[in-house]
């Protein structure tokens, strides 16, 4: 059974837009944190945005006042709004859940630095390519 589906990569200029969605099963939607996370070539997976199922939401510093998380409920969709994206955002980027009904990192962000320890649910990934 696939829990979570993401959509909306594709290749973009640089100070241009993009927004990823994660349709994801009911049951994974309920998980107390979802995010999203990206990860470039050569590089470890890093947190870029999070939500928590009160809605608090968190950012990468590299991500602040471009990028906003967020999640509809009616339709079990988490997405990625990314504006003025640069050639450095260039990356797989994926959708998680940590699977749990409570808060049991002290947050949602604790994933950021260590996306697996948190997160145990993951989609397949979605490639964002940014040209200058």
């Known amino acids: 059974?696939?829990?979570?589906?993401?959509?909306?990569?594709?290749s973009v200029q640089a100070g241009g837009s993009l927004r990823l969605s994660c349709a994801a099963s009911e049951n994974t939607f309920s998980s107390y944190c979802m995010g999203w996370f990206r990860q470039l070539p050569g590089k470890e997976r890093e947190g870029v945005a999070t939500i928590d199922s009160d809605g608090?939401?968190?950012y990468a510093d590299f991500v602040k006042g471009r990028f906003t998380i967020s999640k509809d409920t009616a339709k079990n969709t988490l997405y990625l709004q990314m504006n003025k994206l640069k050639p450095?955002?260039?990356a797989?980027?994926?959708c998680a859940a940590d699977g749990a009904t409570t808060d049991s990192f002290g947050g949602c962000a604790y994933?950021?630095?260590d996306p697996f320890a948190e997160y145990?649910?993951?989609g397949q990934g979605t490639?964002?390519?940014?040209s200058s």
């Open 88 to 90: 450095e955002d260039t």
């Open 120 to 122: 145990h649910i993951w």
């Open 1 to 10: 059974q696939v829990q979570l589906v993401e959509s909306g990569g594709g």
């Open 56 to 58: 608090a939401t968190a």
């Open 111 to 113: 994933g950021f630095d």
């Open 92 to 94: 797989m980027y994926y």
């Open 127 to 130: 490639q964002v390519i940014v």
